[in-house]
């Protein structure tokens, strides 16, 4: 069973993780919610607190299939700045683990680091202009090798679709949740 990550740090798009981890978990995929910082509960960026399900610090050498990095713009900046945040992607970067980065994670994080390493990449709105290591793609969702990008709240289905797939090859099950969440 693939395993992945959704990394939550204070002012996480609340929207854009739990879309991501309901879809993903309705695909059988064992989904953690790892806070990014010492306690468990994480306010998102619209001040909704959410219990996170362990601590970043208390997995920080556990391997998963994808790490996912919702954004907003006080999470983004949040993850952007934590050290262990950038040593937990680099490490499974180098793995060729997914990195998936939606919305203002892809500049912020990734981009703002040096991490997107040439490869394409979407976020959202002007952020890209401060990006000068990736080749910004203005697409819903962007995948190259092991990075899929997503725009931002409004692709965040077709962003776990992409990841779904790309960890279990099962469109018509995708399709089939989709369908039943009418998404599609």
Same mark, same amino acid.
């Given at each position: 069973?693939?395993?992945?990550?959704?990394?939550?740090?204070? +002012?996480?798009?609340?929207?854009?993780?739990?879309?991501?981890?309901?879809?993903? /978990? $309705?695909?059988?995929?064992?989904?953690?919610?790892?806070?990014?910082?010492?306690?468990?509960?994480?306010?998102?960026? &619209?001040?909704?607190?959410?219990? *996170?399900?362990?601590?970043?610090?208390?997995?920080?050498?556990?391997?998963?299939?994808?790490?996912?990095? =919702?954004?907003? =713009?006080?999470?983004?900046?949040?993850?952007?700045?934590?050290?262990?945040?950038?040593?937990?992607?680099? /490490?499974?970067? *180098?793995?060729? /683990?997914?990195?998936? =980065?939606?919305?203002?994670?892809?500049? /912020?994080?990734?981009?703002? &680091?040096?991490?997107? $390493?040439?490869?394409?990449?979407?976020?959202?709105?002007?952020?890209?202009?401060?990006?000068?290591?990736?080749?910004?793609?203005?697409? =819903?969702?962007?995948?190259?090798?092991?990075?899929?990008? +997503?725009?931002?709240?409004?692709?965040?289905?077709?962003?776990?679709?992409?990841?779904?797939?790309?960890?279990?090859?099962?469109?018509?099950?995708?399709?089939?949740?989709?369908? &039943?969440?009418?998404?599609?």
């Amino acid at each position: 069973m693939s395993k992945a990550a959704v990394l939550l740090a204070p +002012g996480f798009e609340e929207a854009e993780a739990i879309m991501t981890v309901d879809l993903l /978990r $309705r695909l059988d995929i064992e989904v953690d919610t790892l806070a990014c910082q010492d306690d468990m509960m994480v306010v998102s960026y &619209h001040n909704i607190a959410m219990l *996170a399900d362990c601590t970043l610090s208390s997995v920080q050498t556990a391997l998963y299939d994808a790490i996912i990095l =919702p954004g907003g =713009p006080d999470g983004s900046v949040n993850l952007a700045a934590n050290p262990m945040v950038l040593d937990f992607i680099r /490490r499974h970067d *180098a793995a060729q /683990r997914l990195i998936c =980065p939606l919305c203002s994670a892809g500049a /912020r994080v990734l981009g703002a &680091h040096n991490l997107l $390493r040439g490869r394409h990449y979407v976020c959202s709105g002007d952020l890209y202009q401060q990006v000068t290591d990736g080749i910004y793609i203005d697409q =819903p969702v962007v995948e190259d090798g092991n990075l899929i990008s +997503g725009k931002g709240l409004g692709v965040a289905f077709d962003f776990a679709a992409a990841i779904a797939y790309r960890l279990t090859g099962e469109q018509e099950k995708i399709d089939f949740q989709l369908r &039943h969440i009418d998404y599609k």
